[in-house]
Every structure is written in C-alpha cells, then in structure tokens.
C-alpha cells in the first residue's frame, strides 16, 4: 500500500513541476550555460544533491549549498512551491526540497539532515526592476553544486547565482542579463516555516555600502531556549545606486538604521548587464564587530573566485584524509558520505577566539574551537568515532565544548544546537562519548569533572524535559513503567542502561570501583523489560504486567498515523527494532535469546525483512537503516559466531541503501550519522559506541589511506574485493592474522596495514 501512496506522491510532485514551468516568466532555461563546476580532485565525487529529496520527513534532510568543514555558515537555497509554500511540513528541514520548484532566496545558517526545521538567518534574494522580492522559479536542469560551491539558473529574472563560502562568510556573484535595475534583497529576520524572528536591527553606511545588523530566529529547536541571534556584516563590489529599509509595512528611504521585528533592506545597483555583482555577509554569534573580524580575517582581501578557491582547497584537505580507490560509484557514495558527515557540529567560535555559549554567555576558546549543533543521540553511535580517526581535533574540542556547555547548564545536554539545549532525544548521549574518548586516548580534558556531570545527571531527577525524564521512575522500578511515563518508555529504559554502563566504565578507569560496581549493576535494567515470550524488550506497569495490545511486527509511525497503540514504549521504531538495543553487553543479550542458534535466527529473520525500497514512506517493522537504533544490527552477528552474516548484511547495506541521488540517503542524515556509517563500513570497520573497539565488517573499497592525524597512515587492502566477493576469507594487521571479528581503537591508531582477503564463498569461522 504504501508503495503505491509514494507512487502516486511523485507523480503528483511531478506534474506540479510540469505545471509551474509552464507558467513560468522569462526566457527558456536551456538556453543559458551553467559556469564551469570546477570541483577538485577529490571533490569531483562529492554529490551535494544526495539526501535532498525522496519521501518527505524520511529523507535525508540535506541541503546542496555552500559551506567548510563544521562551518558556521551554511549558505543554501530555501525552497518552496509557487509562492515559495512548502506543500508539506517536514519536507525541506535544512530549508531544501529537490521536489521543489521554486528558490525563496539564499539564507546563511541550517542544520544538516535532521527532523528541524532552523535557523535561516539573513536570506538573500535577488530580483529586478522594481523592489519586488518574490520566490523564484528553478530547473534542475540548470543547477549545480559541489563541495564548497553552489550555481543555479533563475530564469524568470535573468540571473545566474552562485554561492560559495568561508567557515563565518556567505559569498554570493549574481549576473543579471538584463538591462533592468539589479537589485538584492536582504531579509534581515528571516527564518525557517513554522517559526518566527525577532529583534532585527540593519544599518547602512551609504559612503561605503556596508550594511550590517543582527536577529534572533525562535524556529524548531532555537525557540526550545529562547532563540539564536546572529549578527552580520555586508559588503559589495559594486556602489549601491538606492537603498529602501522596510520595516513591517514601512518603507524608508530617508533613514540608514532601523529596528522591527518583520525588517530588510532592499538594494538597488542599477542597470549592470552581464557585469557580476558580488556579495560578501560576514556572520557571528557574538556581535557585529566579530563579524567585522571574521570578514577581514576570512575574505577581506579575496573576491569570489578567491574565496571559492579557498573553499575548494579546505575541502580537498578535508576529503583527502581518506583517500580511497575503487568504481566511481564507490568513489561517489564515499565521498559525498564523507562530506556530510563534516558538516555538523558547528563552528560558534569567531577568528578572535570568542563563542557564544550556553545560557547567553560569552567565552574565549584558547585552544580549541567552541562547537555546538551536536546531535548526540544519532551521532554518538559513529560520527564521533570517526572523528577519533580523522579529526581528533574536532573531537578534542567537542568534549571541551560540552564541558562548558555543562558548566553553564549543570549537566552535559543531550541535543545541543546554537546556545542552548534543545532536549530533543532522550537519553545520556554525551556519557558514551566521553567514555570511548577516554577509552581511545583523549584526556586532554578534565576527566574528573566530566565525571560527576555524568554522574549528577544519572542520579538526579529533573523537573521537565531536562537531563533523564523519569529518572525517579527507573531509579524507583528499574525501568520506566508504562503507566507511570509516556510512549517511549521502553526506549527511555534501553538508553539509561546503555548510559549506565558507560558511567560504570569510566568509573572503572578511574578508580571509582563503588561508582563502577554501581552502575555495572544497574546498567543490567534492561533484563527487567525483557520478555522470554516474544523475544522483546516490552513496555511493563508498574505493578510488573505488560501493557496490552502489543503486536511485535508494528511499528509507532503507524501508531501515530492510526491512532493505534501496538508499538507503546518505542520511540521512531517498534519492538523488533529495539530488540538489539544492548549493544555494550551483547553476550548478555544472546543469553537472554537462549543461546547463539536463537539470536541468530531472529537477527537474520530481522535483517531480511527490511523494506526493499530506499527511503521509504513507512520503514518495514525489520531492518531499518534510515535510523539509529538500528545501524549496529548487522554487526552483531559478529558477536554470535556468525561473521559471514555480517559481512553480507554489511555489504547489502553498502550497494542498497546508499547511491548519488536525491532519495540516494535511507532517512535523515541526523548531523552525518548514517553518512558516517557508510564512510567507515566502506573501510571495513564499525565502532562499537561507548567502547575503544571496532568491528570488521566487508569494505566495498579496493584500497583506503586512513591519515590518523598524528603522523601516522593507516592503509586498508581489500584484495580480490568486488561486487561479488563480500566474503573475508583472511583478516591482517600488519602481517598478524586476526583472529577476531573486534579490533581495538589502539591497534589502528598505531598506523600499518590492514589486509582483507575477500572471496564470494562464507570462509570457515568468517575468515577469524
């Protein structure tokens, strides 16, 4: 059924295209030429279109715009139908929807592929003639992007755009070929759907055309602590011939400041046919004046070309610390993989070392870069263990950065996005990140207060959404009981042990044998919400029954669709999808099951009932890999003495739910999460969070170099490897067999060369 309603869903959006098009103004899209794309070595392979269409709220929620590795600005098309309406809520989160057919303009800050629709500051939209910004009608057919750059036809007013940027700068060229006025118009508070702004305040200095001013976006996650405010600066390499501010229903020509909560200001160049205009917006999270700073210190002296060089080569700087051999098609999904998984978290820190932190406070890094936009509960399970091997500075940073945000907040967040926490997901994610920090070498931090934040927010109840929500609840019973908490009371239970765990861990390392003991114990919880009966981890009452009805093949989108009750206690999922939620203590778990035979069989029965379409409409009740608390399933066979299951699963994985294509990403991409889980399966290896180990899985790569970032190189050979040989044979590490399906942190950090032998046939024990 659902298949059909997606059908019909692109045929609608479909003719919906055909239609605006033909309505549309101006001249004929085919008959402009597209500059030259330029990409770089590396780059060439990067798809920015991946993950931007597909099924609305199941896709991959990216955007095809201009932005640096964890850069501040992430300068994009926001998009809609005629009149720039978004025809569907959760369609374009990161302000894109490639089922759209109209660009509203070009805003500077987003997300990257998660369920919120924020920020959008300071949107950019050029038009002609008279002052009359509107949404303009698009092709892709006359569109572009690579990694860095951004370039796409507006036929209607007879422009080409192009987009390019800095870590703090949106660079923006726009020709016109036309003899009318060229005008931009600079939304000052602008913002995602469903939001709102406020606090706007512009200037212009009509000697200079500098135009600077400031907002607070209250959108999806920055209403959830009070709004994310953001200052600019804006420059031109043309004089401006007229200026209008509007504020609200005023127009003011006789001004040059203003402040309102509905402001812009409307820039006239006059008649430049063919003679590119050029824009640069400097951004900070902290005032105007570091805007100023970012701008001189980024691209004062550079145009766009030199900025768009710039971009290049930090991309190709990033991409190539692993570079990899293998079919284009390979070489595609990797490295736009590898792209997304950069993106996020975000750089809030400005050339001069300040950041906008938490609770409206404002901090000086001295050496490390202040991050935020962390979408822990998805990320925690592989983003941050690839930064471990290609960004240890970045990851360095991101447990600085949390351990401010603690300092300001009173225990570690678990979503946070701007200044503040957003107390989307649930959970303790922060505790399993800086455990396997811990565990692989990081401890250039301030271990024994990381600690006790966790700690505090382990044994403490807070009031509303903040820390764990009905701690009171599982510390009382053991687990959250469902009469007691709400629908995702098994999924709350599941993470609060796999946290415990964690803590226990940590405590361990630290000599804490009480805390480790403790929280060891307790990490057990999940035992107490297992069911020997259907093989599932259930919602139970606080008197000890389970909740009725349960029916173990359904999953909560249907719940919430039909109003229906069958999967209560799981969050984004049902009980099949939650049944290998014990990741940390997976003999344990096959004990549970009876035994390897059992655990086997339900995993395999559970891996092949996945749903046989990338980014479906509704996820099957089995495998799904558009979302997290799935992503390790086909590793555990590893566990089970079963290493052949997870090389094939693996490598079904790698070819089906990943290709260079609008719908080419399984579901949201949640910060790079599954991007980051391909760009490590794809080298053969899968962490295992909380840990300092990783799993083997199957590369689909012929040969990787892996720079470590200390001096070292780590390459991976995957001989006989192809479409057909999945199958590991033999496992080495610079020249000793492994003989185990795990792999320390250690063992790879030190460099070398790890060896796959690949063939089309299972090998006895997995090739171990």
Same mark, same amino acid.
Request: charged share 20%.
């Given at each position: ?79 809609? *139908? ?13 302000? $894109? ?76 060229? $726009? ?370 029954? %389970? ?76 495998? %799904? ?51 980051? %889980? ?6 053969? *290896? ?56 795990? *792999? ?25």
């Amino acid at each position: 059924m659902f298949s059909v309603i997606r059908k019909i869903m692109t045929v609608l959006t479909s003719l919906i295209v055909c239609i605006v098009s033909l309505f549309s103004v101006g001249e004929l899209s085919f008959a402009v030429e597209m500059p030259a794309l330029d990409a770089g070595e590396l780059g060439q392979y990067v798809d920015p279109f991946t993950g931007t269409g597909g099924t609305p709220y199941m896709s991959g929620m990216t955007f095809p715009g201009a932005a640096t590795p964890y850069g501040a600005v992430k300068l994009s098309p926001d998009t809609g *139908i005629v009149g720039g309406k978004k025809l569907v809520n959760n369609w374009a989160n990161a302000g $894109y929807s490639y089922m759209h057919t109209h660009i509203i303009g070009f805003s500077h800050t987003r997300l990257s592929g998660t369920g919120a629709a924020d920020m959008a500051h300071f949107r950019v939209t050029p038009t002609i003639g008279s002052r009359n910004a509107h949404a303009l009608f698009f092709s892709h057919d006359k569109e572009i992007a690579t990694a860095g750059y951004y370039a796409v036809n507006l036929p209607e007013i007879g422009c080409m755009a192009e987009l390019t940027a800095t870590p703090h700068v949106g660079a923006h060229r $726009y020709t016109f070929r036309t003899d009318k006025d060229a005008r931009l118009y600079l939304d000052v508070t602008s913002f995602m759907p469903n939001g709102s702004s406020n606090g706007g305040e512009v200037a212009i200095d009509p000697a200079t055309g500098e135009v600077t001013g400031k907002a607070t976006v209250t959108t999806q996650f920055a209403g959830r602590y009070g709004g994310l405010t953001a200052y600019f600066v804006a420059v031109f390499n043309k004089g401006i011939d007229s200026y209008t501010i509007v504020n609200g229903d005023e127009e003011l020509t006789d001004v040059t400041t203003a402040a309102g909560d509905k402001l812009g200001i409307d820039l006239n160049f006059g008649s430049i046919k063919n003679d590119p205009l050029e824009m640069k917006l400097a951004i900070s999270f902290v005032s105007v004046e570091n805007a100023k700073e970012n701008l001189a210190a980024e691209a004062a002296d550079l145009d766009f070309e030199g900025v768009r060089a710039v971009a290049r080569n930090t991309w190709e700087e990033m991409l190539g610390r692993i570079t990899v051999e293998g079919t284009d098609e390979v070489k595609g999904n990797f490295y736009t993989s590898l792209y997304h998984a950069v993106l996020m978290p975000t750089s809030y820190t400005d050339v001069n070392g300040e950041f906008a932190g938490f609770e409206n406070t404002v901090g000086v890094a001295d050496d490390f870069t202040y991050l935020s936009d962390m979408s822990l509960w998805d990320t925690f399970r592989n983003v941050n263990a690839l930064q471990t091997l290609i960004a240890p500075d970045v990851q360095r940073s991101t447990l600085l950065s949390l351990l401010d945000m603690a300092d300001n907040y009173g225990i570690f967040p678990r979503w946070p996005s701007g200044t503040g926490e957003t107390n989307s997901m649930f959970g303790s994610p922060a505790d399993m990140v800086f455990t396997e920090s811990y565990l692989k070498g990081y401890t250039d931090f301030d271990v024994e207060t990381a600690y006790e934040y966790m700690k505090t927010a382990a044994m403490t109840d807070f009031d509303g959404a903040k820390g764990r929500v009905d701690n009171d609840l599982y510390m009382e019973y053991g687990y959250c009981p469902a009469d007691l908490s709400d629908k995702m009371c098994v999924s709350r239970t599941l993470e609060y042990c796999y946290a415990d765990y964690c803590i226990s861990v940590l405590a361990e390392q630290l000599g804490k044998t009480e805390d480790a003991a403790f929280f060891r114990n307790r990490s057990r919880n999940y035992e107490n919400l297992w069911d020997a009966e259907t093989l599932c981890f259930r919602a139970k009452n606080s008197d000890g029954s %389970w909740t009725e009805p349960f029916t173990k093949n359904w999953i909560s989108f249907v719940d919430d669709i039909l109003g229906t009750g069958y999967s209560y206690g799981y969050c984004e999922g049902g009980a099949r999808q939650w049944q290998w939620a014990v990741m940390y203590d997976t003999q344990a778990l096959i004990a549970l099951y009876g035994g390897e035979e059992v655990f086997v069989d339900e995993l395999t029965a559970f891996m092949d009932d996945a749903n046989d379409m990338r980014s479906a409409l509704i996820p099957s009740a089995g495998y %799904w890999h558009g979302n997290e608390h799935d992503l390790h399933a086909a590793y555990l066979f590893n566990d089970a003495g079963d290493p052949a299951s997870t090389q094939k699963y693996v490598r079904w994985a790698l070819d089906t739910r990943y290709a260079t294509a609008p719908d080419g990403i399984d579901g949201n991409d949640d910060g790079g999460t599954l991007s980051a %889980w391909y760009v490590l399966s794809a080298i053969g *290896i899968y962490p295992v969070a909380g840990t300092d180990e990783y799993w083997i899985g199957s590369p689909c790569v012929e040969n990787a170099v892996i720079d470590l970032g200390n001096g070292k190189t780590l390459t991976v050979k995957a001989f006989y490897q192809s479409e057909d040989n999945v199958y590991i044979q033999s496992v080495t590490l610079n020249g000793e067999k492994l003989t185990s399906p795990r *792999i320390t942190h250690e063992m790879l950090a030190n460099g070398g060369e790890l060896c796959f032998r690949m063939g089309n046939t299972p090998a006895e024990n997995g090739g171990f």
